[in-house]
């Protein structure tokens, strides 16, 4: 009995804590739009960070910049450096897209015809496929399928909505991201808002020794890809590949994951 006393507010307190683990789960899913948006300005803060610092360093005469000024000098210098990185690239992606959408498929059937040949003699072979079907009609109607699903109405409202997040994301990205970097308590106020006080202590000294490790790492992940895009557009450009800047940008970003992200941006490049 007295085993069985001292078992169950052990239990209780496990159910309880995976209960509250599970609803904050739930509502981080629910709200992940909201989620994600004030993660991305936390790792725009980061990346900021350095900037500011250094803006407040400038001094004209007696007169220093102000934080808020050297708040919006920020914001512009990060928004000025995604458009320009945005202008260059999404021209690449729309003309690759129209490629691709003026490939004669017919050509492509005819270059493969082959290769499928053997490959369905082979299922033929050990039984793995009717006699009376082929790969060609089994592709084709899957694909006929798909196309049948997809409504223009349905593609419209998709973009009309992914349009609207993509606009709402940018105000609530920028606005979160201005008061991060204004009030740097901010921050700390926010992680103590979603950090149990069980471990406030060791969460604060570990923001203050890795706050300048964080913005360091995400400007050095920055500089990373920036180097490797414009490493990779010269190397591809001296071996004669088209539209070298979209698949060094596909490889160059794909270098932040580790291992896997160099076999997915060579898959990509060699694709196109």
Same mark, same amino acid.
């Given at each position: 009995?007295?085993?069985?006393?001292? /078992?169950?507010?052990?239990?209780?307190?496990?159910?309880?804590?995976? @209960?509250?683990?599970?609803?904050?789960?739930?509502?981080?899913?629910?709200?992940?739009? +909201?989620?994600?948006?004030?993660l991305?300005?936390?790792?725009?803060?980061?990346?900021?960070?350095?900037? /500011?610092?250094?803006? /407040?360093?400038?001094?004209?005469? *007696?007169?220093?910049?102000?934080?808020?000024?050297? #708040?919006?000098?920020?914001?512009?210098?990060?928004?000025?450096?995604?458009?320009?990185?945005?202008?260059?690239?999404?021209?690449?992606?729309? %003309? /690759?897209?129209?490629?691709?959408?003026n490939?004669?498929?017919? *050509?492509?059937?005819?270059?493969?015809?082959?290769?499928? @040949?053997?490959?369905?003699?082979?299922?033929?072979?050990? !039984?793995?496929?009717? !006699?009376?079907? @082929?790969?060609?009609?089994?592709? @084709? %109607?899957?694909? +006929?399928?798909?196309?049948n699903?997809?409504?223009? #109405?349905?593609?419209?409202?998709?973009?009309?909505?992914?349009?609207?997040?993509?606009?709402?994301?940018?105000?609530?990205?920028?606005?979160?991201?201005?008061?991060?970097? *204004?009030?740097?308590?901010?921050?700390n106020?926010?992680?103590?808002a979603?950090?149990?006080?069980?471990?406030?202590?060791?969460?604060?000294?570990?923001? #203050?020794?890795?706050? %300048?490790?964080?913005?360091?790492?995400?400007?050095?992940?920055?500089?990373?890809?920036?180097?490797?895009?414009? +490493?990779?557009? +010269?190397?591809?450009?001296?071996?004669?590949?088209?539209?070298?800047?979209?698949?060094?940008?596909?490889?160059?970003?794909?270098?932040?994951?580790?291992?896997?992200?160099?076999?997915?941006?060579?898959?990509?490049?060699?694709?196109?």
């Amino acid at each position: 009995m007295n085993n069985e006393k001292f /078992q169950f507010p052990q239990i209780a307190k496990w159910i309880f804590s995976l @209960s509250i683990i599970g609803l904050i789960i739930y509502l981080m899913w629910y709200f992940r739009f +909201l989620v994600v948006c004030i993660l991305l300005a936390l790792i725009l803060a980061f990346m900021g960070t350095p900037i /500011q610092n250094l803006l /407040q360093k400038f001094h004209i005469g *007696k007169y220093h910049f102000s934080r808020t000024i050297t #708040t919006i000098l920020t914001l512009v210098s990060l928004v000025s450096i995604f458009t320009l990185l945005g202008y260059l690239i999404v021209p690449l992606f729309i %003309s /690759q897209a129209m490629e691709f959408a003026n490939l004669d498929v017919y *050509k492509i059937a005819d270059y493969y015809a082959e290769p499928i @040949s053997k490959i369905e003699q082979f299922l033929y072979e050990y !039984q793995l496929l009717p !006699q009376d079907k @082929s790969l060609e009609t089994i592709f @084709s %109607s899957y694909i +006929l399928e798909t196309l049948n699903t997809l409504n223009l #109405t349905n593609i419209a409202e998709t973009m009309i909505n992914l349009t609207s997040n993509i606009v709402m994301g940018t105000f609530i990205i920028l606005f979160v991201t201005f008061f991060f970097l *204004k009030d740097n308590n901010l921050v700390n106020k926010f992680i103590n808002a979603v950090t149990p006080d069980l471990y406030l202590d060791e969460i604060h000294k570990i923001i #203050t020794s890795s706050r %300048s490790l964080i913005s360091r790492y995400f400007l050095g992940i920055f500089s990373e890809i920036i180097i490797m895009i414009a +490493l990779l557009s +010269l190397g591809f450009y001296l071996v004669g590949l088209k539209n070298v800047i979209l698949v060094a940008t596909i490889c160059g970003v794909m270098v932040i994951l580790p291992y896997i992200g160099v076999l997915i941006g060579g898959f990509v490049g060699l694709m196109f």
